[in-house]
């Protein structure tokens, strides 16, 4: 959560630091702000509550500073306000922090530094670091000239303060008193520094460096780095200064354009043909019927010798893990087990050695993921982490794995990540299977649907005119009941935290068969059930429930294959989409769900890209 920018150089640092804070708006939004510096040692401050466009209406008459911080919020310490927005100020005003992360010890830090005569002004955690670097920097003896010893005096006052806190940060720090120098700061909150041509740039991830730079170094854990507009050293809190490892940006400024879509999470939707294509793309082997895969860095006889798969993950991205477990029991023949990363955490699971876990995540940053990673990690297990951002810490961090190459996820509610995760489990459970039981013959059958599929998305995503309409019937609904069996089953809960998180609607995803042991009593005329039967194995079954649902009065939206007529005669709406098999219906199923979603949420007026209360990357416990 969070985003924080930095520049140091010979342009006007506002203009990097707003294009910055807008494209990592996603990863918080309810305050904002800027520091800047000029070289007359001025320190200039403007923040506020709100979007950014607050932030941008209370910048007139700014000072032209080539030095600045900047910082766009998801709140943890402290409501939404002016107040509580970052930067924060230490000391007497010396030092301005800008802040990702969460101090824990902050409270017994507090009370220390107010004894000591520190003021503070907000509710905030990271105020107390602001104080702290500002006290260290008081200990510490007058140097004449910072810069002949490359700011090293600055690094331990920072590390001095650092040393005392616990918990997560990505952080920055200007020096009212060295106009020329940025310190920034990583443990547990992802830094990405860009390396321009005598000017250099810091953002939470690699967005805001697109077309400023395409050379980007990502700041380690326990790694501090000094920057002036014409160096960057690094620095490890053991191993004291280490070699930049400069990487190549591919990510191009245009690749975030909503282009003439109304909202990102529409365009996302729609390029969800390309994302799956893209997450196949020389990988399918034709020859040997199988998929092949550059990242897994495991031996196909060390994969082959897993016996059991752990798949963990959050929100979205879990339910893809949950399609996995399908997907690859049905295929692969594999015992699957689908954790919250925030449960496997703290979990002790009785985990043999030959159990394999998938790390599943859009950003690559989400803290309960990359913790259940860690943990286990460090109990021998190998992990494979599948990712969309490149260069992410969990892609960092994983034993192997496999990019989803979907692009720039922009808008808060995950949709093009979902149909991609599916579709690389689907390749991985194809490779699972082809080193087991699976036949050759079975392989290239797999390997023609999955061809297929890019084609059956683009058919689906005709459904959009049929599920406006459906959505401006039920716009008014409080309450939906999204069911499913089976492969579907995942599917329903990924429609139910679609309508939820987007247009405020109370929604619960269940198995269809068991929604009659309970959730039925929730059904009037004022329930819609969503039902996900397209043809498979428990259409029969599934149509029961509808029948079940219609005699209680609740109103059926059917999600079927194109020219079923069966459903007909119950459902009060039906949505087609093409046919595929079972193992891949989740990737077309979820297409009118995400749309119904959508048009719910703007015939309701909600805020698609930015719904309340949400981040896109939750990177807090
Ligand atoms: O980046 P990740 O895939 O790890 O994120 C996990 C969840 O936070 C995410 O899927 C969240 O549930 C989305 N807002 C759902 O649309």
Redesign the pocket.
Known sequence: MCGIVGYIGPREAIEYLITGLRRLEYRGYDSSGVALLTSERHLTIRKSAGRIDRLEAILGGIPAASVGIGHTRWATHGAPSDINAHPHLGGDGEVAVVHNGVIENFQSLKRRLESDGYKFCSATDTEVIAHLVASCLKLQPPVEDMAAVQYRPLVAVVQAALSQLQGTYGLTVIFRDWPEVLIVARLGSPIVLGVGDGENFIASDASPLAGYTDKIVYLADHEMAVLTADSMRVYHRDAGHVDLQIHTLELKAGDMDMGSYDHYMLKEIFEQPESIENAMRGRLDFDAATAKFGGLNLTPQQLRSMRRIVMT???????AGMVGEYVFESLARMPVEVEY?SELRYKNPPLDDHTLIFA???????AD?LAALREMKRKGHPVLGIC??VGST?AQESDGGVYLRAGPEIG????K??SSQCTVLAMLALYFGRLRHLSFSAGARIIHQLQELPDKVRQALQCSDKVKEVAAKYAHCNNFLYLGRQFNFPTALEGA??LK?ISYIHAEGYPAAEMKHGPIALVDKHTPSVFLMPHGQTYDKVMSNVEEIKARGGPVIAIVCEGDREVGRLADDMIEIPAVEEFLQPIITVIPLQLLAYYIAVARGCDIDKPRN?A???TVE
Request: aromatic share 6%.
């Open positions: 993950a959050c929100g979205t991205s879990w339910h990363a599943l995540t859009q950003s690559g940053e989400t993921t969309n951002v969990i808060v509610a995950s949709t990540a979902f935290l679609k998180e949400l896109k990357s939750v």
